[in-house]
């Protein structure tokens, strides 16, 4: 058109991309449609070309999407062998936090791998965290609670999390459990 001088008409508010008429679609917010994009690749590990069909695109706007929203595009995670997995979180007894870590993934894929491979999972629940404290510590049940209580005053849950190695939601749950009022949110 520009080489034969035909004017080209602009659109009203310039070109939508992609992933802003898919969250349309899908009525989806920005976190929604990123942990939407995680679950299809990561998952039910649909390669970009399925993802191309699914979004009706390319498989490299597919990818551009994903590149957009920050999500690692060439990292291989098919690379989380059984007999890693099985030694790091059997063998080492560490918490599925530790083994993403330890491996540079989420921990949603790692255990989403454990299951894949059928290794047993261990309760991630308050108790667990309760009696590995006791035992650390060489605690009672009130020597714990006064300990715990003495933690909320210092630490966000966040640093609880990531110094005890297990996920908030069970930090929160082991609170709860013993009766210890927080100002976490």
């Not at 508010?13 to 349309?24: A, D, P, T």
């Not at 299951?115 to 965290?129: F, T």
Request: with cysteine; charged share 30%; aromatic share 10%.
């Amino acid at each position: 058109m520009v080489h034969n001088q035909i004017p080209i008409e602009k659109k009203k508010g310039g070109r939508v991309r992609l992933e802003e008429k898919l969250k349309m679609k899908l009525h989806m917010d920005d976190t929604a449609f990123k942990e939407h994009l995680l679950h299809l690749r990561f998952f039910q590990m649909l390669t970009f070309k399925q993802l191309g069909d699914i979004f009706n695109c390319s498989a490299s706007s597919a990818q551009v999407i994903y590149k957009r929203y920050g999500i690692e595009t060439k990292q291989r995670y098919n690379l989380l062998s059984e007999m890693r997995l099985y030694d790091l979180y059997v063998k080492q007894n560490k918490t599925i936090l530790e083994c993403g870590a330890e491996l540079g993934c989420s921990h949603t894929l790692v255990r989403y791998y454990l299951v894949k491979y059928k290794i047993p999972l261990r309760s991630a629940g308050a108790k667990r965290i309760e009696d590995l404290l006791k035992a650390k510590w060489n605690m009672t049940d009130y020597q714990l609670k006064k300990y715990l209580i003495e933690l909320t005053t210092t630490h966000t849950v966040k640093e609880l999390s990531e110094q005890m190695g297990h996920s908030k939601s069970s930090i929160r749950r082991m609170y709860k459990r013993l009766d210890i009022a927080t100002s976490w949110r």
